[in-house]
Every structure is written in C-alpha cells, then in structure tokens.
C-alpha cells in the first residue's frame, strides 16, 4: 500500500466548476501536510500547507483530518489556468524534512 | 533570482555509461534532495544531504551515487546507467527549521536510457 494514496483522475471540468480532490495517508506519525502543483513537465511548486482547522487561500481550501488519516482540497470557481496535477504531500517525523508524495491527481478545465 | 538550478536539463545516455547531474541553490539552504518521479508514482526519494559533505539514502539508492563538497551544490552520479533509470530527475532544497518547511525545487531533468 502507498504511503500517500489520490485518485490518479483526470478531473475533466468546465471552468466556473467547484471540484474535489481526496487524499489518504498511512503514517500516523505525520506531522505536516502540503499541496503541491505540478504544471506539466515542470517541477512541483507549493500550492498551500493543510492545518488541521482547515485552511482557504482564494479559491482554494484545505481540510485536514487526523483521525481519519484523509486530507482534501476544494478549488471553488474553476479557471483553465488551474489545469495541473495535485500532488498531496506529507511530511513525516525524521531530521531532514522527509516528504512523501502521492502521485497526484490530474485536472483539466475546459472552456 | 535563479533559487534551484540542474543541469542539463535533458541528456540520452546508452546503457551502461555514466554521467553526473549537477544541482546548484544560492538560498544557503542546509539540506538538499534528489527525487526521481516515473509516470504513476509520487516523487521518491534518491538521496538527501543535511549539509555540506553529508549525504544519506533515500528510499531507491541504488545504482545512483552523491556527493556535496560544496554546501550550494549537490551532484547526482549514475555510475552505469540503465534503461531503468529513465526518469525525470528533481532536485530540491530547504532550510533546516522544523515546521512547514517547503522544499523549493529545480525544473528538472529528462534522462533517457536506451
């Protein structure tokens, strides 16, 4: 089992949509959670960090649950520019700042 | 404001040659990182250094060597490259802080083995 599971996607939504996006972890020592986006072919830039009261930036807005071990993000108002791969990213107990990313999950907005 | 450089950014190798990926930061960032990310599969973890002439493996070492001389540059060596290290390869750095540290990365590089 992976450490950090997503739905691969792809999300295909028109823009104006609200989409959804699910994301699971399996160590229970994880101490930080991240959302990152990768733009194809290019390099994973960070999106928001995750708290466990929730979190909005925009349009965007985070959700925690520890007890659950699942972790989201709702992007409100979709624009084509937010066509990318999410990549939900864990950071786990260790003294070099370890990640562990999920394979991330795939959205294209369409006209 | 360069943050991560690689280089090159893309390069075809036959099997069993070698070569050396070359990482720069000028954030004065402690630690440092090399992933490989394959279709289907999250960014994993090749090797990582805490600081300057330190390094330590990740979670796929093998066939892949490091070394930091410098704390700004962190080299990535393929001793006798194989068709399954075609890859995209990312380099990444962060400071050494707990907390919400990001890992700030380069744009990476395309390798392909044939």
């Known amino acids: 089992r992976k450490e950090v599971e997503q739905d691969p996607g792809p999300f295909n939504v028109p823009e104006g949509a609200t989409v959804a996006f699910n994301c699971t972890y399996s160590n229970s020592a994880s101490q930080s959670f991240f959302w990152y986006r990768q733009d194809c072919r290019k390099e994973p830039k960070l999106l928001m960090s995750v708290y466990s009261s929730g979190n909005e930036d925009g349009r965007f807005t985070a959700q925690l649950n520890r007890a659950s071990q699942y972790i989201s993000l709702l992007i409100r108002d979709s624009k084509l520019s937010d066509s990318a791969t999410y990549l939900c990213?864990?950071?786990?107990?260790?003294?070099?700042?370890?990640?562990?990313f999920g394979a991330g999950t795939r959205l294209a907005v369409h006209p | 404001n360069a943050g991560v450089t690689q280089t090159p950014k893309f390069r075809v190798l036959k099997t069993g040659q070698s070569m050396t990926l070359l990482c720069a930061q000028d954030m004065n960032h402690e630690y440092m990182y090399w992933y490989r990310q394959d279709p289907g599969m999250g960014l994993r973890l090749i090797h990582y250094?805490?600081?300057?002439?330190?390094?330590a493996k990740g979670e796929v070492p093998d066939g892949y060597n490091v070394s930091r001389l410098k704390k700004q540059n962190f080299l990535l060596g393929l001793e006798s490259a194989a068709p399954s290290q075609t890859s995209v390869y990312f380099c990444a750095s962060s400071p050494p802080r707990r907390g919400d540290q990001p890992q700030h990365f380069g744009d990476g590089t395309r390798l392909s083995i044939l």
């Open positions: 250094s805490v600081g300057e002439g330190t390094t």
């Open positions: 990213v864990v950071r786990v107990s260790g003294g070099y700042n370890k990640l562990i």
